[in-house]
């Protein structure tokens, strides 16, 4: 496709919801529409009605779109983003903590991170070094300045930094472990290695995803995680769609039953598809009957 020059001028709130309603959608509130595009953006907006045009030249709307729903969609997002993003944090604790009580243990070093022949990349491992010590130096914890203060090691044990950089930087580290420390670590959550890598990038693309408030309900995932296929567990061979937010929230869920296995992640699932009636969790990668599938049983 040629490309061309970008030719569009910015538009007033009230030029934006002009444009809507000539387009065909219906604006109950068109005080409270203002509102909205004033403190959330038409752009930012546009994510959840843009599956109503019946014609992407023209973008006109079926019959029957309205702001307020788009609106509604925005909120359910919102609130399934938070709900994604809480899950998660309970995953990234428990992964950190996984690797670095492990590794500490079997190797009888609080600094093991430091030896280079523990992993498979040289010159990977010294970014990575090179990063940890960024992060050292960045921060303002009161227990790093304590160390700071009190040890003459340039960088603290593994139980301090790890804690500290980002989650990002830790699966780095973790991929570059040679792979008979990566199986020790992906066994204690039921995951084959590869599967246990694939995995950890998706929920880290779905973590920055949540982070910065971006779509996720409907989202077509650019990342494909891997399927678990296995003889004793293999309920991902049933949604080869890897490409939606079901299959992010199954691996959620699987991963939650090891680490919580009091979890109450799919009461809260059911809690707000009740509370947005008119979100259909099919465009989701939902099955119809969800709840009644194998994994979400305790």
């Not at 403190?39 to 973008?59: A, P, V």
């Not at 995995?199 to 399927?227: D, F, G």
């Not at 199954?250 to 090891?258: A, D, G, P, Q, S």
Request: positive net charge; proline residues 3%.
């Amino acid at each position: 496709m040629k490309k061309i020059e970008f030719q569009k001028a910015p538009k007033s709130k009230e030029e934006q919801l002009e444009i809507l309603k000539n387009r065909g959608m219906v604006v109950k509130n068109e005080e409270r529409a203002l509102f909205l595009l004033e403190h959330i953006s038409y752009y930012r907006l546009s994510g959840y009605w843009f599956e109503n045009y019946i014609d992407w030249e023209t973008k006109m709307f079926r019959n029957g779109t309205s702001f307020e729903d788009s609106f509604d969609k925005y909120c359910f997002d919102k609130e399934f983003r938070k709900l994604v993003l809480s899950e998660l944090e309970k995953i990234e604790v428990s992964i950190r903590a996984s690797i670095i009580n492990t590794l500490s243990i079997k190797y009888s070093s609080p600094f093991w991170f430091q030896n280079v022949n523990l992993f498979k990349d040289v010159t990977k491992h010294t970014k990575l070094l090179e990063q940890l010590d960024k992060d050292f130096f960045r921060s303002d914890e009161l227990f790093v300045q304590s160390f700071k203060k009190k040890y003459i090691e340039k960088l603290p044990p593994s139980w301090i930094i790890l804690e500290i950089t980002s989650f990002g930087t830790l699966s780095k580290i973790f991929e570059n472990l040679k792979p008979y420390d990566k199986r020790l670590i992906a066994n204690k959550f039921e995951l084959p290695e590869k599967v246990f890598v694939s995995w950890l990038h998706t929920l880290i693309y779905i973590r920055n995803v949540c982070a910065h408030h971006t779509r996720l309900w409907n989202r077509n995932l650019t990342i494909s995680p891997k399927l678990l296929n296995n003889e004793t567990n293999n309920w991902s061979k049933e949604y080869v769609v890897n490409n939606k937010s079901y299959f992010v929230v199954l691996i959620i869920r699987y991963i939650l039953k090891t680490i919580n296995p009091k979890s109450t992640f799919k009461d809260k699932l059911v809690e707000l598809f009740k509370n947005y009636p008119m979100i259909n969790p099919n465009l989701m990668g939902f099955s119809e009957n969800w709840e009644q599938e194998q994994i979400w049983q305790s």
